[in-house]
C-alpha cells in the first residue's frame, strides 16, 4: 500500500473516505468530501487530546461519490483508515472491518498534465484580461449586464472579478450545458438543437431534433425513469384519481393514505421502525438539518466550518469505517445516500447493505427519489422517535407543499419491483444488470488507458480530462457521434482535475456502451486523453469467460 513512514513534518492523519465534510475544531481539521466520506484529523500532537475534543461534537454528513482519500503519486488504491489508525495506536490493530475487498482507484496523472493544466487556465485567464481592457475602451461589444451610472453608489450587485470566470472561461463552452431535452431521459433521449451566433451569450433553436442520443449523463440507474404504458398504469391511475398536487402541508391537509404507504413500504425496505418522505431532495436535508442540530452548528456551517457534499469521484463510502469513528467518538452518524440507494447493494438497499451492516449503525438514513426510483422528492428514515420529532419539527412539514400523488405511487411502484412485491423477479434483474453495466464500463475505460476514479461497483464514473480546453472538445466531439455527456470543470472540480462524468444505467444495453466506448477509444487518441501509466490487460477476454484457459 506504500510507504508506510510518514514523514516528521507531516500532521497525523486518519482517513476515511465519504460526503464531504469540512469542520474545523480546535487544533484540529477534518475535511472530507463524496461517495462516502473522508475525514481527515490534523494535528501537531498525538490522538489523545484530539479524542477529548471531539467528544459528541462530530456529526458526520454522508453520501457516496466522494473525493479520494490520501493518494500516493504512484499508487492506484487509497490508504485504509484502519492502517493508519493502527499506526497511530503503537501497531496495536484495531482488527478487519470489511467482510470484502474494497479497492479504489485515484491515480495520479504525469506531472507534464498538471503543468500544460495550469499553462492552459493562464492562457485563458491572460486572454480574459485582454478582452476586459477592449470591452472597457468599447474595442469589443458588452454583452453582460452592467450597471447603470446613476447606481454607482450603491452596493454592487456581483463582485466585477468575481464573475471573471463565467465571463471569459466558462462563456466559451458554455454550449456543452444546460442542453434542453424533449423526451424521458432515458437510455436515450432526443436534444433540441440549438446554435450561437454571439459565442454563447445567447442561443436559438434551429428547429430540428436530434434524435436517439445515448444517454450518458442522467441518473437513471435503475432504468425507472421509462414511458411504458403497462408500467405506469398505477401511476395514471392515482394522477386521475388524486389530480397532480396536494397544495397543502404535510401538517394541514397534506398527509393522504399515498404518503403513509409509502412511509411504511421505505421503512420495510430499509429495515428500520419509521420514515418520512418529503416533495423534494434537496429539500431534504436543508428542510431537517436545522431541525436536527443546533444553532451553534449552523453557525460554525455558516463560517466555513460546515458540510460539503459532492459527487464527483466515483467512490464509496467506507461505512464501517465511519461506524467505527462513531462509536469510539459517540457521534452521531447521519447517512446521505442520494446516489447510492437502489444503485448499490446486492437488492439496491444502498452501503448499509453493500458493507453487510445493520441499519441500526446508522442513526439518520437519508436518500431521494429523484435517481434510481425515477422520481422526485426523499426521505429520512431510522427510529420511531427520531420520524415522529421530524414530523413536528420539520420546516418541510409545516411549509412545503406535500409530495404529489402520482409520484409517490411512481416510487411505490420501483420499489415493491425492488422488493419482488410486484410478483416478479424485475427489480433483482435491473439491480444485477447495473452491477455488470457497471463492471463492464469500468473495465474497458480501464484497458483502453484511461484514468478513471472511484470504485468498481459505483455508477458514476469520471473519466479525468485535466486541461481545460479538452472540456469542451470532448463534449461536442461526443455530440457529434450522438453521445449525450456531462463535463465538469473548476470550481466544481480541482482545477487541475477537470472530467467527463459517465452514469451507468440497467437500461443502457451492451450495444450502446460498446457504442460509446468505441467513440471513447477514438476520441482519447484524437484528444490524448489516455493517461494512465498502468499497462493495459493482454487478455481482456478472461475476465469475460467463466473457465479460465491458460496458454502453453
Not at 461534537?57 to 500516493?72: E, M
Request: proline share 3%; glycine share 10%; hydrophobic share 40%.
Amino acid at each position: 500500500m506504500g510507504n508506510n513512514n510518514w514523514p516528521d513534518h507531516q500532521a497525523q492523519r486518519v482517513v476515511v473516505n465519504g460526503s464531504h465534510l469540512a469542520c474545523r475544531l480546535e487544533g484540529f481539521h477534518v475535511c472530507g468530501g463524496g461517495e462516502g466520506i473522508k475525514v481527515w484529523i490534523r494535528a501537531a500532537g498525538h490522538m489523545e487530546p484530539i479524542r477529548a475534543q471531539l467528544g459528541k461534537t462530530l456529526s458526520v454528513l454522508l453520501g457516496i461519490w466522494c473525493q479520494p482519500a490520501f493518494k500516493h503519486e504512484d499508487e492506484t488504491e487509497t490508504i485504509h483508515s484502519n492502517e493508519l489508525y493502527e499506526r497511530q495506536k503503537n501497531g496495536v490493530s484495531n482488527g478487519t472491518l470489511y467482510k470484502k475487498t474494497f479497492i479504489e482507484h485515484f491515480e495520479q496523472a504525469p506531472m507534464y498534465v498538471a503543468v500544460f493544466t495550469f499553462v492552459g487556465f493562464a492562457v485563458g485567464t491572460i486572454f480574459g484580461y485582454l478582452r476586459d481592457f477592449m470591452r472597457a475602451w468599447g474595442l469589443e461589444k458588452r454583452n453582460i449586464a452592467a450597471e447603470r451610472e446613476q447606481q454607482k453608489d450603491f452596493v454592487p450587485l456581483y463582485q466585477d472579478f468575481e464573475n471573471f470566470y463565467t465571463r471569459n472561461l466558462y462563456l466559451r463552452i458554455r454550449d456543452n450545458w444546460n442542453r434542453p431535452i424533449c423526451s424521458v431521459p432515458g437510455p436515450q433521449f432526443d436534444l433540441m438543437e440549438r446554435v450561437t451566433d454571439d459565442y454563447n451569450w445567447t442561443f436559438r433553436f434551429t428547429g430540428r431534433t436530434i434524435k436517439n442520443v445515448i444517454n450518458m449523463g442522467s441518473y437513471n440507474y435503475l432504468g425507472f425513469a421509462e414511458t411504458d404504458v403497462n408500467a405506469l398504469k398505477t401511476v395514471t391511475i392515482e394522477l386521475e384519481k388524486y389530480g397532480t398536487g396536494v397544495c397543502s402541508t404535510r401538517q394541514e391537509m397534506g398527509t393522504l393514505d399515498k404518503h403513509v404507504e409509502l412511509e411504511k413500504l421505505v421503512a420495510t425496505f430499509l429495515g428500520v421502525e419509521d420514515a418520512m418522505v418529503f416533495g423534494m431532495g434537496f429539500a431534504t436535508n436543508s428542510m431537517n438539518i436545522p431541525a436536527l442540530v443546533g444553532k451553534v452548528f449552523l453557525q460554525r456551517a455558516d463560517e466555513g466550518y460546515g458540510i460539503i457534499t459532492s459527487n464527483m469521484e466515483g467512490s464509496i463510502v467506507r461505512l464501517p469505517e465511519i461506524v467505527s469513528l462513531k462509536n469510539k467518538y459517540k457521534a452521531y452518524l447521519y447517512l446521505d445516500e442520494a446516489h447510492s440507494i437502489g444503485a448499490v447493494g446486492a437488492t439496491g438497499r444502498g452501503v448499509v447493505e453493500y458493507f453487510g451492516m445493520s441499519p441500526d449503525d446508522v442513526d439518520v438514513l437519508m436518500g431521494t427519489f429523484t435517481k434510481s426510483f425515477g422520481a422526485a422528492g426523499g426521505y429520512i428514515a431510522g427510529k420511531k422517535g427520531l420520524v415522529d420529532f421530524l414530523r413536528t419539527h420539520s420546516h418541510s412539514a409545516v411549509y412545503a407543499t406535500s409530495m404529489c400523488p402520482p409520484v409517490a405511487e411512481q416510487i411505490i411502484r420501483a420499489m415493491k419491483c425492488l422488493m419482488g412485491l410486484d410478483g416478479t423477479t424485475q427489480g433483482l434483474q435491473r439491480v444485477r444488470q447495473l452491477e455488470k453495466n457497471t463492471r463492464y464500463f469500468r473495465r474497458k475505460l480501464h484497458e483502453m488507458g484511461f484514468i478513471i476514479y472511484g470504485n468498481d461497483d459505483s455508477p458514476v464514473v469520471p473519466l479525468l480530462l485535466y486541461m481545460p480546453g479538452k472540456i469542451g472538445a470532448f463534449a461536442r466531439r461526443m455530440l457529434e457521434k450522438n453521445i449525450g455527456v456531462v463535463v465538469v470543470g473548476f470550481p466544481a472540480t480541482p482545477i487541475t482535475e477537470s472530467r467527463a462524468r459517465f452514469c451507468v444505467s440497467a437500461a443502457h444495453t451492451r450495444e450502446m456502451l460498446d457504442t460509446v466506448l468505441n467513440a471513447l477509444d477514438e476520441l482519447g487518441d484524437f484528444l490524448h486523453l489516455k493517461y494512465s501509466r498502468y499497462s493495459k490487460s493482454s487478455h481482456p477476454e478472461l475476465y469475460e469467460e467463466s473457465r479460465l484457459e491458460l496458454e502453453d
